[in-house]
């Protein structure tokens, strides 16, 4: 069998600035594929979205995909996008043209179903959705194959170091948002001693090998999956404006006021708590994970056994407090949650899954 995936092949800030290091996807998604593929006698590879604009344009971007499809004829395509790169035309293209399987990865249909999910998922044979929410969405608009798993963890990227003195009581890396940074702020004038990296901080964002090293590090590891919900001018903004696409020329910000009931209906889901990768990889590192529950997350990990969930900002340094109290039971909940990743969630594992699920097992 020959698998592909579509996705980036550089991380980015804001401003389209590539931040010199791989996107998440090649460690969430294409390294662990490339490996179980092969393990079981299959092909993986991997189509650069941003590195075929860079160096052909859009236009030139999607003639090579198509190119690529044709010559290469791959069973299955995973493709994780931004809507606009390769376009919905060229999906479908691909679907009624060729034998190609297409499997739309909505990682973010919490909130980007409105936007994305339910005008793409016509182009593709699968819809693999970690949102279980998205499931009767995608029913009603006709789709009726539909894989929901939540992500899994690379073993080979997230892993626990040896020798590494925990020398940081608590620690969040990620994305800024507004929600975020407020409650950032609430913890640190609870008197909570936070780290704090990622895209959009003033303490800047951090490599993939940093990132690593403040897991094991951290004793406890935030994993906010806090509603980025919020009311404000930005937010009131992007109902009516977009930011540039990857290397799309003209202005830096477009008028997006024919997509503004979608927009507005993406800014709602914003409320939905969702399940992310980092919850997986705090474990995977050994480490102690704290973080908020999100849908189906108590059927990957033992509440309060493997993992702490927190009901709001109050109850966070209460148990912020107490674990740094008792690092004794905070270790064996970091060594059950470590044992529960290695056994059960792996990417690799999730990708075994996801195969069987379509009828196509490894």
């Not at 069998?1 to 590539?18: C, E, F, Q, S, T």
């Not at 927009?263 to 708590?273: A, I």
């Not at 990889?281 to 997350?297: H, I, K, R, Y």
């Not at 702490?308 to 209460?318: C, S």
Request: with cysteine; glycine share 8%; net charge positive.
């Amino acid at each position: 069998m020959r698998i592909l995936l579509v996705n980036y092949k550089y991380g980015y800030d804001r401003a389209w600035n590539a931040l010199g290091r791989r996107a998440l996807s090649y460690y969430l998604e294409y390294l662990p594929l490339k490996a179980v593929a092969e393990r079981h006698g299959h092909t993986a590879d991997i189509f650069f979205i941003d590195e075929a604009i860079l160096a052909k344009g859009r236009e030139g971007a999607r003639a090579a995909f198509w190119e690529y499809i044709t010559t290469n004829k791959p069973d299955v395509c995973f493709a994780g996008f931004n809507e606009y790169d390769l376009g919905k035309e060229l999906f479908c293209r691909v679907r009624n043209q060729t034998k190609t399987a297409l499997v739309y990865i909505g990682d973010d249909d919490a909130w980007r179903w409105a936007r994305v999910g339910k005008h793409f998922a016509e182009c593709f044979t699968w819809i693999l959705t970690y949102d279980s929410r998205a499931i009767p969405k995608y029913q009603s608009i006709g789709c009726g194959k539909i894989i929901h798993h939540q992500p899994g963890v690379d073993l080979g990227t997230y892993r626990k170091l040896d020798g590494v003195e925990k020398d940081i009581d608590v620690s969040f890396v990620g994305i800024y948002n507004k929600p975020r940074g407020n409650l950032i702020n609430y913890l640190r004038k609870a008197g909570v001693d936070v780290f704090v990296r990622g895209i959009g901080w003033p303490e800047g964002p951090i490599s993939q090998e940093e990132l690593i090293q403040v897991l094991n590090r951290s004793k406890i590891n935030l994993a906010l999956n806090t509603s980025s919900f919020y009311i404000g001018w930005r937010s009131i903004a992007r109902l009516f404006f977009r930011r540039a696409h990857f290397r799309e020329r003209g202005l830096p910000v477009k008028l997006d006021i024919h997509n503004f009931f979608d927009n507005v209906r993406m800014w709602f889901g914003k409320k939905n708590l969702q399940v992310k990768s980092r919850h997986f990889e705090v474990p995977a590192c050994g480490s102690f994970e704290m973080t908020q529950d999100a849908d189906d997350l108590k059927d990957y990990y033992k509440l309060g056994e493997e993992i702490v969930v927190y009901a709001d900002n109050e109850d966070l340094v209460r148990k912020i407090e107490y674990y740094l109290a008792h690092p004794e039971e905070r270790e064996a909940i970091a060594r059950r949650g470590y044992a529960r990743t290695i056994r059960d969630h792996s990417t690799e594992r999730r990708f075994e899954d996801i195969f069987r699920m379509m009828g196509r097992p490894l």
